[in-house]
T-cell receptor
Framework: DTGVSQDPRHKITKRGQNVTFRCDPI?????LYWYRQTLGQGPEFLTY????????KSRLLSDRFSAERPKGSFSTLEIQRTEQGDSAMYLCASSPVLDSEAFFGQGTRLTVV | GQNIDQPTEMTATEGAIVQINCTYQTSGFNGLFWYQQHAGEAPTFLSYNVLDGLEEKGRFSSFLSRSKGYSYLLLKELQMKDSASYLC???????????????FGRGTSLIVHP
């Protein structure tokens, strides 16, 4: 399967702990997006990479969130000092060229207890 | 900022036609996506409109009017499997760096009943 892969699929963590998610985009897709989605809402943009460069970041994104894409391939999203409000589905998507269809992964469902 | 509005929920009968509307207000608009998302699954691409007009793709069609900030998704010959959330997403130049980023509406939950 050469789709977008996310790991883990589910994560339960205690409030205050740090968590890290991984996304492997479709190979040769140099554009990568992270979104967050809560029940009954559409995906909310978090950050965007073109190759290894983080070009866009949502102004709503707390400084507890950080993302990397060190070699322009896979990406990681880290949340420090998790809060209950961070509970959501974290979606990764990739696309081959600017302003084209984005292919989404199955997401990582985070539950903060 | 961006303002994207679509109905929260719609119901329709199997075999019928349904139109899901989306209105938007945004700066740096480039185009409009429609995605389908089944419960618990990832969004999947349906269509992308950049120019005004109707684009047809099988049972699904999408329309865009840039001057009116309006789009709709038309689903024909509805099937039970079409029950899903339909997400309207505007591609626009992001405030900070100018990259085109899809910004999603909250989605329209479509329920198809027999």
């Amino acid at each position: 399967d050469t789709g977008v892969s996310q790991d883990p699929r589910h994560k339960i963590t205690k409030r205050g702990q740090n968590v890290t998610f991984r996304c492997d985009p479709i190979s040769e897709h140099n554009r990568l997006y992270w979104y967050r989605q809560t029940l009954g809402q559409g995906p909310e943009f978090l950050t965007y990479f073109q190759n290894e460069a983080q070009l866009e970041k949502s102004r709503l994104l707390s400084d507890r969130f950080s993302a990397e894409r060190p070699k322009g391939s896979f990406s990681t999203l880290e949340i420090q000092r998790t809060e209950q409000g961070d509970s959501a589905m974290y979606l990764c998507a990739s696309s081959p060229v600017l302003d084209s269809e984005a292919f989404f992964g199955q997401g990582t469902r985070l539950t903060v207890v | 900022g961006q303002n994207i509005d679509q109905p929260t929920e719609m119901t329709a009968t199997e075999g019928a036609i349904v139109q899901i509307n989306c209105t938007y207000q945004t700066s740096g608009f480039n185009g409009l996506f429609w995605y389908q998302q089944h419960a618990g699954e990832a969004p999947t691409f349906l269509s992308y409109n950049v120019l005004d007009g109707l684009e047809e793709k099988g049972r699904f069609s999408s329309f865009l009017s840039r001057s009116k900030g309006y789009s709709y998704l038309l689903l024909k010959e509805l099937q039970m499997k079409d029950s899903a959330s339909y997400l309207c997403a505007v591609s626009h130049a992001h405030a900070s760096g100018g990259s085109y980023i899809p910004t999603f509406g909250r989605g329209t939950s479509l329920i198809v009943h027999p």
